[in-house]
């Protein structure tokens, strides 16, 4: 109502006449209009009793400090006649100001102030962003340097000044990369360092590295340079060794170390270690070490966690026995091992990899109601499953889930859906996923051309094989000797004789280095073809060893 009092009470004071019919029947209206008649006598009563109250104000005073008129009514000084006032005594009266100007004048000198301070905040803004982009510019350039030095093989003069964070980023660089031999002359280089200090940190991730390149000598005398060094060994550092052992197959020397880690007070073997050891025992298919270390595991009081049972099953898996699987399986269950998806991922594998599709859906319903989510590995796994056994409804299932549930397809994905229709026969919707995939930016590797070369073979398409060779001119894919012994079968069942001949020189230019693979499968198509001349005997020296010369 205040608002409106205020809104209305000029309109009610000048315009009287005309609101008092209205503000008899608005509400509003009228209480405005007498509040505003109040004001304006109360105001007139107030002026009426202080101008009362005032002294006489002296005349000449009044001559002399006119009241100012409105900006927009006043003349421009240049305009305005000058004017010579004098006061009583004489002297020329003080210019004239009007009222709040010392004020004014107060403010617009604190004002330059701040100005000033503001312009001189700038300035060393400016003066400190100069020098902040010389100190960022010299660090950069210490960066170049120091990666041009890492770069270079025979590093020169000043290069025990080099930036550690550059030096220490190379390296983590190569160790990811497994570029063991880039990442051991970046050791060096790092040692030589006016600021390097021994960290076993460091030694356990090279020698980690250098075991999964198969580089156990390497690794032995990483290890021995750490001790050199001054740095304790601990159990990481002992497993690292130990692994770089085991996956070069040298079991004699890490089943020594493992004695040697059981003498130790400190550095004794865990879960980890044995877990380690026994999924290379493994891969090298020697059950009777991995019994030999269960055992060793249950005296020495150390009970088998997830991932262990989770490397054994998967082994059994792969290797066919089922029964042992199962078992496996079950004693995971009575000892309060909680099964994960890694757990079920291999189940399946190994079930649907050897055909047994109904108990592989069996046990996939079972891991569901024990609360496991599937993943995209486990889908993959029911995709190549459904598809190696032709069950290609079942398979479109899956695949409509996967879109349902918003799965994105991977590499792996894509890669299972090409060979099933490739198997399938049916080359449109092979080229179509392959389109989809390149559509969604996914790059194919190896085993997608393999898969492509294997359809267009069985299918008798000798163009579009030659198609796929064009794809891998135009990329960088890196190819191994499974895709071309694809491609040499490929052509010797269209009977390109010729074509199948000229792989070789394909992978003399690619690098690599033809195996029995791929002499048997071109001496048996040269066979099959009633062909046996020289190209066979080349092809038979070779695969017994010899270097034949080149035809």
């Known amino acids: 109502l205040s608002h409106s009092t205020l809104q209305f009470a000029p309109l009610a004071a000048t315009a009287e006449s005309g609101l008092n019919s209205r503000s008899e029947s608005h509400p509003v209206l009228r209480p405005a209009a007498s509040a505003s008649r109040r004001r304006q006598k109360s105001r007139h009563s107030r002026g009426s009793a202080a101008a009362a109250e005032l002294p006489p104000i002296p005349t000449p005073l009044m001559a002399a400090a006119p009241v100012a008129a409105p900006s927009s009514l006043t003349a421009p000084a240049s305009r305005r006649p000058a004017t010579r006032a004098y006061s009583a005594a004489g002297e020329p009266p003080r210019a004239w100001a009007p009222a709040g100007a010392e004020e004014r004048t107060r403010r617009g000198k604190v004002a330059e102030e701040e100005d000033d301070e503001e312009a001189e905040r700038r300035r060393k803004e400016e003066v400190n962003r100069k020098i902040a982009s010389r100190k960022a510019l010299s660090v950069i350039l210490r960066r170049e340097a120091t990666k041009a030095v890492l770069d270079t093989r025979k590093p020169g003069k000043g290069t025990r000044r080099l930036l550690p964070r550059t030096v220490l980023e190379a390296l983590h660089e190569r160790i990811a990369a497994l570029r063991w031999d880039s990442a051991l002359k970046v050791f060096e280089l790092m040692r030589d360092q006016v600021w390097y200090r021994p960290h076993i940190g460091i030694y356990i991730k090279l020698i980690t590295m250098l075991g999964k390149c198969k580089q156990p000598e390497k690794a032995h005398e990483l290890f021995q340079a750490m001790l050199d060094e001054g740095c304790a060994p601990n159990l990481e550092s002992y497993t690292a060794l130990l692994s770089a052992y085991s996956r070069s197959g ?31 025992c493994l891969h090298a298919y020697d059950f009777e070490k991995v019994k030999s270390l269960l055992d060793d595991m249950t005296r020495a009081g150390i009970r088998p966690n997830t991932v262990t049972y989770n490397t054994l099953i998967d082994a059994y898996g792969k290797s066919g026995r089922f029964a042992e699987m199962e078992s496996t399986l079950l004693k995971m269950l009575s000892e309060n091992c909680k099964p994960d998806v890694w757990t079920m991922n291999s189940t399946l594998r190994a079930f649907g990899g050897s055909g047994q ?85 996914i790059k194919p590797n190896c085993v997608t051309l393999c898969s492509l070369v294997r359809a267009y073979g069985r299918a008798d398409e000798v163009k579009k094989i030659k198609t796929v060779l064009r794809i891998v001119e135009n990329s960088d894919i890196t190819l191994d000797i499974v895709f071309f012994n694809c491609l040499a079968d490929a052509y010797g069942r269209v009977g390109a004789l010729a074509e199948m001949w000229e792989v070789l020189d394909l992978m003399k230019a690619r690098r690599c280095k033809p195996d029995k693979v791929t002499c048997t499968t071109m001496i048996k198509w040269f066979l099959i073809k009633g062909i046996d001349d020289r190209r066979v005997q080349y092809l038979r020296e070779l695969k017994a060893g010899r270097c034949p010369d080149d035809i």
């Open 357 to 441: 599709i109904e108990t592989m859906e069996s046990c996939y319903e079972k891991f569901q109601d024990s609360g496991i989510t599937p993943n995209i590995k486990t889908y993959n796994i029911l995709l190549d499953s459904y598809g190696k056994a032709k069950m290609y409804e079942k398979m479109g299932a899956v695949m409509e889930y996967m879109q349902k549930y918003y799965y994105s397809w991977t590499i792996v994905t894509y890669n299972v859906v090409i060979d099933a229709f490739g198997r399938a026969g049916d080359l449109e919707q092979m080229e179509y996923i392959f389109r989809l995939m390149k559509s969604e930016r």
């Open 250 to 280: 040298r079991f004699g020397e890490a089943f020594a170390l493992l004695d040697r880690m059981k003498a130790s007070s400190g550095c004794r073997p865990d879960v980890q270690t044995y877990s380690i050891l026994i999924k290379s």
